[in-house]
């Protein structure tokens, strides 16, 4: 396709540490993808450092607006060039995404606002842009009427953000709460050099994910926000 995949396809997979495994697989079994293609940090920060140092840096980026603030604030910061696109125009986002090297979108937004782009429309994105490294920005999943984690990962060059945040600390996953991971194709993924992760850190983010309760209780959470919303 262009010298960007040439690039990628360059880049070894990354190894899974054995500290890590046990979370990595269960990060990996919940998004449908392989172990080699989780990337797992201590913080959502550090996973958007990570980005930012491999994937924005040194490209011409475009954000999807709205966007998550953070997101957007590290593709500014980071990108050589950057620039803005509504989100709701699916011609302007392919349009946007003909010129640049990364486009960046977000769905849903903290609010809890509905997805800026459908899994129909994202496919249609990907195969009349197929150029750019596609980010999205799904940390508030778990807010999503209509997910977009798997057709992503189904999707050339594109990686997601996810993280656990608010929602799971409502709901008693203190330790899950803080974790990042980055999800995509190797060659994309294994850049990001992920470092190890505590091993009480694994410990405990591995129990809270093992109590059933804990994830029911996020899932009326987010239903009750959804409703909220409506």
Same mark, same amino acid.
């Given at each position: 396709?262009?010298?960007?995949?040439?690039?990628?396809?360059?880049?070894?997979?990354?190894?899974?540490?054995?500290?890590?495994?046990?979370?990595?697989?269960?990060?990996?079994?919940?998004?449908?993808?392989?172990?080699?293609?989780?990337?797992?940090?201590?913080?959502?920060?550090?996973?958007?450092?990570?980005?930012?140092?491999?994937?924005?840096?040194?490209?011409?980026?475009?954000?999807?607006?709205?966007?998550?603030?953070?997101?957007?604030?590290?593709?500014?910061?980071?990108?050589?060039? !950057? *620039?803005?696109?509504?989100?709701?125009? =699916?011609?302007?986002?392919?349009? %946007?995404? $003909?010129?640049?090297? #990364? &486009?960046? /979108?977000?769905?849903?937004?903290?609010?809890?606002?509905? !997805? *800026?782009?459908?899994?129909?429309?994202? =496919?249609?994105?990907?195969?009349? %842009?197929? $150029?750019?490294?596609? #980010? &999205?920005? /799904?940390?508030?999943?778990?807010?999503?009427?209509?997910?977009? *984690?798997?057709?992503?990962?189904?999707?050339?060059?594109?990686?997601?953000?996810?993280?656990?945040?608010?929602?799971?600390?409502?709901?008693?996953?203190?330790?899950?709460?803080?974790?990042?991971?980055?999800?995509?194709?190797?060659?994309?993924?294994?850049?990001?050099?992920?470092?190890?992760?505590?091993?009480?850190?694994?410990?405990?983010?591995?129990?809270?994910?093992?109590?059933?309760?804990?994830?029911?209780?996020?899932?009326?959470?987010?239903?009750?926000?959804?409703?909220?919303?409506?």
């Amino acid at each position: 396709m262009t010298a960007l995949l040439t690039e990628r396809l360059a880049i070894p997979a990354p190894t899974v540490r054995s500290v890590d495994r046990p979370l990595v697989e269960r990060l990996a079994s919940r998004v449908a993808c392989s172990v080699d293609e989780i990337a797992a940090f201590t913080s959502v920060p550090r996973a958007l450092e990570a980005l930012a140092t491999q994937i924005f840096a040194g490209r011409r980026v475009a954000i999807a607006a709205p966007a998550g603030e953070v997101i957007a604030s590290r593709a500014w910061s980071a990108a050589r060039s !950057a *620039t803005e696109v509504n989100a709701r125009q =699916l011609d302007a986002l392919v349009a %946007a995404g $003909r010129d640049a090297d #990364v &486009l960046v /979108l977000s769905s849903p937004l903290r609010d809890g606002s509905a !997805a *800026t782009i459908s899994p129909r429309e994202l =496919l249609l994105l990907r195969s009349r %842009a197929p $150029r750019p490294i596609l #980010v &999205l920005d /799904l940390l508030e999943e778990d807010r999503a009427r209509t997910p977009l *984690t798997q057709p992503a990962l189904l999707l050339p060059g594109t990686i997601l953000l996810r993280g656990f945040g608010q929602l799971w600390r409502d709901a008693g996953a203190s330790r899950l709460g803080d974790i990042g991971f980055v999800a995509g194709p190797r060659d994309l993924v294994g850049p990001l050099e992920a470092p190890a992760l505590p091993e009480s850190l694994v410990t405990a983010a591995c129990m809270e994910l093992d109590q059933p309760d804990i994830e029911r209780r996020v899932q009326e959470l987010a239903a009750l926000g959804r409703q909220i919303g409506a």
